[in-house]
C-alpha cells in the first residue's frame, strides 16, 4: 500500500519517509503543496498524510482539493493547533494528530485508518 506525506521540510520529509519505509510503508514524499499535487496526479496512494503548518482555512482547502481529486483513500493530517480539529475533519481529513506527537502514536493511527475497508 502506498502513503504520500507531505511536508514543509525537506529534510524532515525525507527523514519521515525513510522511518515510515521502515516500518513497511511504501512512502513517496513531496516537500510542498504544489509539489503534492503534482506527485498526486501520477500515483494511486491509499493514504496521506499532510504535515503542514499553515492556517486553518489553508489546510481546510488543500483536503478538499484532495477529496476532489480522489486522491487517496484516507488523509491524515498532522496540525499544531487543536482549534483546527473541526475545520479539517469536515473538510475531508479522515483523522488529524495534534503536533508535537510521538512517532509510535503516529503508525497505529495510520494502522488504524488503513484497517478500514476500502
Known sequence: MRVLYIGDDRELAE????????????????????????????????LVVMDCDREAAYL????????LR??????LVLTGNQEDEVSLLRAGADDWLKKPYRFDVLLARMSALL????
Not at 115 to 118: D, G
Open 15 to 46: 527523514m519521515t519517509g525513510r522511518l515510515f519505509r521502515r516500518n513497511q510503508y511504501e512512502t513517496d514524499v513531496a516537500v510542498g503543496i504544489e509539489e503534492a499535487l503534482r506527485v498526486l496526479d501520477g500515483g494511486d496512494y491509499r
Open 60 to 67: 481546510s482547502s488543500i483536503c478538499r482539493e484532495l477529496r
Open 70 to 75: 480522489d486522491a487517496a483513500s484516507y488523509l
Open 115 to 118: 484497517r478500514k475497508q476500502w
